[in-house]
């Protein structure tokens, strides 16, 4: 039996500023309650799914609207675990619409892709004029820390700011160029795309500011040895990198660019979630400082 499961959450603005939410759902999507670590203005929500793993014929639907002037933080607590399939493919879908002035950030676990799945991962942002979000898509393939490889199966990947940035492809485990070639992974199983998008185009000071914050942490993250730092700020914990494997990992390589006036772009590869992960959240850090002014305040879920 699948199950088929949709949240839609709707954040409004009150008239004392403050961000509340509304939410609905059907079958086993839920969000736990909301939490204001930063004060009224920013909502933090943890979406839970109960069952902990998705199989074929599984379908995942998240929809989240911002009213004007709103700010969000979705989390979620541990990783989307793709399984292994028998034909139909698991879905994935998450779509963000935010009005003008509206502010989101999407930082969910990570997703792992269980060698002999089929699974489609879709993230939609609609932004107005004014609105801004952040968020990162983070992929490991198999258990790489465990040993546990990626032999078969193939995953889809789609991000999209319509009529400006889509980026779209599947990832096959029998295409060995793409996996270990040095044109595609280079033999690293973990990778992930970070995002600062705008519904028009971001100011050519604001938006360099961006990509320099970016690059040199990248750069320190390449000189690094692989590993969280232990001075750094928290990190989720990952599920796609808890254990210990004899091979030694390789420190993480990234790369942030903007061929569109709208978005920002880190892309990055590792042998371990947990290194990868790092690097994210110290751009997210930055990211927030640069073009909100705001401190870092990582959602709570992560420091337990």
Do not use: K
Not at 93 to 111: F, K, Q, S
Not at 147 to 166: A, H, I
Request: hydrophobic share 45%.
């Amino acid at each position: 039996m699948s199950w088929q499961a949709q949240l839609a959450l709707h954040y409004q603005r009150d008239d004392d500023g403050r961000t509340i939410s509304f939410d609905r759902h059907s079958g086993p999507l839920r969000v736990l309650q909301r939490l204001y670590p930063e004060g009224p203005g920013i909502c933090h929500h943890v979406i839970v799914h109960p069952p902990g793993g998705v199989v074929g014929g599984d379908r995942l639907e998240v929809q989240a609207r911002l009213d004007a002037g709103t700010h969000a933080l979705i989390t979620t607590p541990g990783a989307t675990r793709f399984y292994r399939s028998d034909g139909a493919s698991a879905v994935q879908d998450v779509r963000l619409m935010l009005a003008e002035g509206a502010r989101a950030e999407w930082l969910p676990m990570e997703a792992i892709a269980y060698s002999g799945c089929s699974a489609e991962n879709r993230l939609d942002l609609q932004l107005a004029p004014g609105a801004e979000a952040l968020g990162w898509d983070v992929l490991a393939l198999g258990l790489p820390a465990a040993g546990l490889g990626f032999e078969s199966g193939r995953f889809l990947q789609q991000l999209e700011l319509p009529g400006v940035w889509l980026e779209r492809g599947w990832i096959e485990a029998e295409d060995r160029a793409l996996l270990d070639g040095p044109l595609g992974l280079a033999g690293r199983r973990v990778l992930a795309t970070m995002w600062f998008a705008a519904g028009s185009a971001i100011d050519g000071a604001r938006r360099d500011a961006l990509l320099d914050a970016a690059r040199a942490l990248a750069e320190r993250a390449r000189e690094a040895a692989a590993g969280p730092d232990p001075a750094s700020v928290p990190v989720p914990a990952a599920e796609g990198g808890s254990a210990t494997s004899a091979a030694p990992a390789r420190a993480v390589i990234a790369g942030a660019t903007s061929a569109h006036a709208p978005v920002v772009v880190l892309r990055a590869l590792a042998d371990r979630v947990e290194p990868l992960m790092a690097l994210l959240v110290q751009v997210r850090a930055a990211w927030r400082r640069v073009a909100w002014g705001l401190a870092e305040n990582p959602p709570r879920i992560w420091r337990t």
